[in-house]
């Protein structure tokens, strides 16, 4: 149970207060102030590799808000450590995943008693001992941070590629290993994206290699031995508005160069036998037309691509398929055909089966297809709200596709699913070492009423026995951008909130792809007061049912769901007891504005171009959270940053925190926190960042009025 507590607060410190040095702008004949612009340091690109160059003055000011920080939060010590205790508990800390198989091996990841990283290894198929390939937290020992990216065997699986972040700004370096003596080969390539695809061969490897301003936009084949500067470039993108990815198809023929943004796509492949191969287009890119594909050898009399698209109107998406040789659009034939309110999510390409994951009405289903044959059936299960996802071991010739169930109150289980006999083999079930009583929990399926018609969905878990009376606690999560749909999936983490009497609640608001892509559509660009509107309707939704009280009710959301959590503090504070926002995208306009950060340009069509178009700069700046800031009482907010983010940069939660902290006109509590050593994600290590959950959680409980009771 919880309960207030009413002892006074001891003297508090005084919050930390930006200097104001107003630059000016000008755009569209209106004047924009940015009084703390002198926050984004002159030397950002530096300052992601080396986070030691960063401007002193602004590292002080930085240092100053932890210290408040923490000083103000420092009645949390205790209870952050029962947190993490708790969620530290509910690890199964030698963990494993499900093996891999491809040919004589199976892959997997494991972790160690007290490891805070992965230990990659491998088993033999036939029998034999098991074989460390890499250990994560050997690699990691004596630095601040290190994230392991990729792991890549070659197809004679002598060799491992793999790559790594030691600053938390996301650009990896890539080395070689030779497996059976664990030594590393010479071969060093830094700023890269973290994945590659080797050659059949083996004796070269493909990647994306970032650009001093973190963009993705030029693939080079490495021939090991070389030197790095000796890699040839195969393909450069020269539109700065497209992000450029690299990935093996499922056959393991080709490498697809996937060339996107957030509404159109293009790929070209690379035969990986063909040692020295340039790529050939697919198809061109049409502006709104997505694709995406995977190769069968023999489909239909000969070799062919297999297609997941949207073109001709394709909404939610549909499948379908052309000869290799004639790749292009003209060819294209439906192979599963577009159906209006089935968002078709995903697919998988075997020799004999076509796989693919949609959404109907909110809920996932798997759907199996014999090629050759119009005979389908169905995988889906019955709970009210749950998450599924499906994956393919690294083989082709197979029957087998594994996919894991959750749901908030079921914990994760990964099976395997015989294609061919429909058998079902549960292969892991997570175990939650302190004991999970599923059936003390209750997971629900809301629906709440918008003015313009529409129902925003929302799950929600709560102990079992809750009474509907306002009093109970609740955090209200959203997100609601890039079409990202936010699962209805077990966590452990926020077990150590419900089980202290609160109400955990996803807001499914527009901007995500719950209800289709059309969801998605009307979430974005002009119509993305949706996505605010929505969460406020969910939160009002709440309180009316009396799930929750306005007092005791807080917001949580990070990155675009930080942004919705500025917009909605700007537009109705009184609604929440208090917010947490995490590395949120709060400066939006600014960041729109300007082409030489990381991802303004393929982020327009998300949000719109404000530079070129003075509508999109009109709605931007109507709803950017920065921007409309103003004197009034704001509830009490945790804003949690990362100094070496490159999604979003560490300014613009500090420029935001400095505008409110000169605006408002309440006393409440605004603790903003930068992770001077890490980044977008916060710490690398899986304890470590559990304790970041610890402060997040510590804070809504201190500001929803209660502690775990003692007695």
């Known amino acids: 149970m919880l309960e207030r507590t009413n002892v006074p607060p001891p003297a508090s410190p005084i919050a930390p207060r930006a200097e104001?040095?107003?630059?000016?702008?000008?755009?569209?004949?209106?004047?924009?102030?940015?009084?703390?612009?002198?926050?984004?340091?002159?030397?950002?690109?530096?300052?992601?590799?080396?986070?030691?160059?960063?401007?002193?003055?602004?590292?002080?000011?930085?240092?100053?808000?932890?210290?408040?920080?923490?000083?103000?939060?420092?009645?949390?010590?205790?209870?952050?450590?029962?947190?993490?205790?708790?969620?530290?508990?509910?690890?199964?800390?030698?963990?494993?995943?499900?093996?891999?198989?491809?040919?004589?091996?199976?892959?997997?990841?494991?972790?160690?008693e007290g490891g805070q990283h992965p230990v990659v290894c491998r088993q033999p198929r036939g029998g034999g001992a098991d074989e460390i390939l890499l250990d994560g937290d050997v690699l990691a020992a004596g630095k601040t941070y290190f994230k392991l990216g990729g792991t890549y065997h070659s197809f004679d699986h002598r060799l491992l590629a793999w790559s790594c972040d030691d600053a938390g700004s996301e650009f990896y370096t890539v080395r070689v290993r030779e497996v059976a003596t664990g030594r590393e080969l010479s071969d060093l390539v830094p700023d890269s994206t973290g994945t590659i695809v080797w050659t059949r061969d083996g004796t070269a490897f493909y990647y994306v290699r970032l650009d001093r301003n973190h963009r993705s936009s030029r693939v080079f084949r490495h021939r090991l031995g070389t030197p790095v500067d000796a890699d040839v470039l195969v393909y450069?993108?020269?539109?700065?508005?497209?992000?450029?990815?690299?990935?093996?198809?499922?056959?393991?023929?080709?490498?697809?160069?996937?060339?996107?943004?957030?509404?159109?796509?293009?790929?070209?492949?690379?035969?990986?036998?063909?040692?020295?191969?340039?790529?050939?287009?697919?198809?061109?890119?049409?502006?709104?037309?997505?694709?995406?594909?995977?190769?069968?050898?023999?489909?239909?009399?000969?070799?062919?691509?297999?297609?997941?698209?949207?073109?001709?109107?394709?909404?939610?998406?549909?499948?379908?398929?052309?000869?290799?040789?004639?790749?292009?659009?003209?060819?294209?034939?439906?192979?599963?055909?577009?159906r209006p309110g089935v968002f078709l999510l995903m697919f998988?390409?075997?020799?004999?089966?076509?796989?693919?994951?949609?959404?109907?009405?909110?809920?996932?289903?798997?759907?199996?297809?014999?090629?050759?044959?119009?005979?389908?059936?169905?995988?889906?299960f019955a709970e009210e709200a749950y998450s599924l996802g499906m994956e393919t071991d690294f083989e082709f010739a197979t029957d087998l596709l594994r996919f894991t169930y959750s749901s908030m109150t079921t914990p994760a289980e990964v099976w395997d699913y015989d294609l061919a006999t429909r058998v079902r083999t549960l292969r892991k079930r997570q175990k939650v070492p302190s004991g999970h009583d599923a059936s003390a929990y209750v997971t629900r399926r809301l629906m709440a009423p918008s003015p313009d018609g529409e129902t925003i969905p929302i799950s929600i878990i709560h102990r079992k026995g809750l009474v509907l009376d306002g009093s109970a606690p609740c955090l209200l999560y959203g997100y609601g951008a890039y079409g990202i749909a936010i699962p209805a999936a077990f966590s452990t983490a926020r077990l150590s909130l419900v089980d202290r009497g609160f109400v955990y609640a996803i807001a499914h608001v527009?901007?995500?792809?719950?209800?289709?892509?059309?969801?998605?559509?009307?979430?974005?660009?002009?119509?993305?007061?949706?996505?605010?509107?929505?969460?406020?309707?969910?939160?009002?939704?709440?309180?009316?049912?009396?799930?929750?009280?306005?007092?005791?009710?807080?917001?949580?959301?990070?990155?675009?769901?930080?942004?919705?959590?500025?917009?909605?503090?700007?537009?109705?504070?009184?609604?929440?007891?208090?917010?947490?926002?995490?590395?949120?995208?709060?400066?939006?306009?600014?960041?729109?504005?300007?082409?030489?950060?990381?991802?303004t340009a393929p982020e327009w069509p998300e949000w719109g171009n404000p530079a070129a178009d003075p509508q999109a700069f009109e709605q931007i700046r109507g709803y950017a959270p920065y921007e409309n800031v103003r004197p009034q009482a704001y509830p009490p907010m945790l804003v949690l940053a990362g100094l070496t983010d490159p999604r979003v940069t560490y300014w613009e939660p500090a420029k935001w925190v400095a505008r409110l902290r000169a605006s408002k006109t309440d006393d409440n509590l605004i603790a903003f926190r930068t992770n001077m050593?890490?980044?977008?994600?916060?710490?690398?290590?899986?304890f470590d960042r559990l304790k970041e959950v610890a402060l997040a959680y510590a804070f809504a409980i201190k500001m929803a009025g209660g502690t775990i009771a003692t007695s």
Do not use: C
């Open 20 to 112: 104001a040095r107003p630059s000016t702008s000008t755009w569209h004949g209106i004047t924009l102030v940015d009084e703390f612009a002198w926050l984004r340091a002159a030397n950002w690109q530096e300052v992601m590799r080396d986070p030691s160059m960063l401007d002193p003055a602004i590292r002080a000011y930085l240092d100053a808000e932890n210290a408040y920080a923490d000083a103000m939060l420092a009645d949390t010590t205790d209870l952050q450590a029962a947190l993490f205790a708790e969620m530290k508990g509910r690890i199964e800390q030698d963990d494993s995943t499900v093996p891999s198989a491809d040919g004589p091996y199976a892959y997997y990841v494991r972790y160690r």
């Open 236 to 338: 450069e993108e020269a539109d700065p508005q497209f992000f450029v990815s690299i990935g093996s198809l499922q056959s393991r023929r080709f490498a697809e160069i996937s060339i996107h943004d957030h509404a159109t796509a293009e790929s070209r492949l690379l035969d990986l036998t063909v040692p020295d191969a340039m790529p050939f287009l697919v198809a061109a890119r049409e502006t709104g037309v997505r694709y995406e594909i995977e190769h069968h050898p023999d489909l239909f009399g000969g070799p062919a691509l297999v297609i997941r698209t949207n073109v001709d109107g394709a909404e939610d998406f549909k499948i379908a398929w052309t000869p290799l040789a004639a790749p292009d659009r003209a060819h294209w034939r439906d192979l599963v055909a577009h």
């Open 348 to 380: 998988a390409l075997l020799r004999d089966w076509l796989v693919r994951l949609e959404r109907q009405d909110g809920l996932p289903r798997i759907v199996v297809r014999r090629l050759g044959t119009d005979e389908e059936h169905a995988i889906a």
């Open 510 to 599: 527009r901007g995500g792809t719950e209800k289709g892509w059309r969801w998605y559509r009307e979430g974005k660009l002009a119509r993305k007061a949706n996505t605010f509107e929505d969460f406020l309707v969910a939160a009002e939704h709440l309180i009316a049912s009396k799930w929750t009280s306005s007092d005791r009710l807080v917001a949580q959301g990070g990155s675009a769901g930080g942004m919705l959590m500025g917009a909605i503090a700007n537009l109705r504070p009184d609604l929440f007891g208090s917010i947490i926002a995490e590395v949120p995208f709060v400066d939006v306009l600014n960041t729109m504005l300007d082409e030489t950060l990381p991802l």
């Open 677 to 686: 050593e890490a980044g977008h994600a916060g710490a690398a290590g899986r």
